[in-house]
């Protein structure tokens, strides 16, 4: 009875092996591809950010332009109203 027992286990380890390989290939696939996709997010939200920057950053220009045009007519329409 042991050989038969000896021989069912290696039996049993031929078929479970070459399964256990594929399902381990099949989970380092499915970690390969959800790394992917969060490095794919990851550069997305850095791209989202950097053009919320840029908006800011140009709309801060934008205003500080206009205080300035804004003070010099204030400032030309006091030397007018001088004369």
């Known amino acids: 009875m042991d050989e038969k027992d ?29 790394i992917g996709q969060a490095q794919l997010d990851l550069l997305r939200q850095t791209r989202s950010l ?13 205003n500080w332009f206009g205080e300035v045009d ?5 400032w030309l329409l006091d030397i007018v109203v001088r004369s």
Do not use: M, S, Y
């Open 70 to 74: 804004l003070n010099a007519v204030i």
């Open 50 to 62: 950097a053009e919320v920057g840029q908006i800011l950053e140009r709309e801060r220009q934008g």
């Open 6 to 34: 000896d021989k069912r286990d290696t039996d049993l380890r031929c078929e479970v092996e070459p399964q256990i390989t594929a399902v381990r290939q099949i989970v380092l696939d499915k970690e390969r591809h959800l």
